[in-house]
DNA sequence: ATCGAAGTTCGAAGATCCTCGTAGTACGGT
DNA sequence: ACCGTACTACGAGGATCTTCGAACTTCGAT
């Protein structure tokens, strides 16, 4: 139950991040998060699969997207605004901005 | 001598150009433009072939982010900032600061 | 009119990605 | 102790992507 392998700030890269923003399942994800942080991303009732689910989940926290905490038997997600605003300021509100 | 096609600004659609920009060949094309815009790609010296270099204009032209107009042998590109900016404000300045 | 330079098109090979089902683990509650 | 829930790990299938070389087109210059 230890804490899941997270990037560090000045880990993160702008190539991985772009890349896992870049997927409509994953973008939803994160709209999701910004709209109710601290959420398990099982209940967002995607359509997916859960191992799908886990597949992106776990490419948005490599990327340094969002940071997952085990909970029981859950896994709350959150946005890592703070980390993301300050390497690349303006990115995810112009991701989160966007009409389609 | 046509020009080529691009998308219209309504029928951009962010995830494509997330996936054009999540790709370090592309975004050193887009850096590049940033720093001197209306130039020709192939005198970027990236270290691809032009055939691959065609497909990498092509997916950002498609994509909505650069506009390519043929100029003599050669297409001059440029960033399409103002529709960008318009639909993802501060996307494209955060991907341009970016540190790594 | 011929030539070279700049780009494109058309496959093709190899890598990566998205999706899923199956089997398994971890945790909380009865 | 048992069961159900939430999730993960491990393939595998199929799609997409990146890269390239070879052959072709287009344009400007000689």
Redesign the interface.
Known sequence: MHTLPHPERDE????AV??A????VR?RIVRELARADGVSCGSMGLGVSPSTLTHHVRTLREAGVVRVQPRGTSRISSLRREDLDA?????????L????
Chains 1, 2 share one sequence.
């Open positions: 993160i890269r702008i190539a772009l890349h923003l870049a997927d409509p973008l390497l690349y300021p303006g990115l995810l509100d112009g991701v901005a966007a009409p389609r």
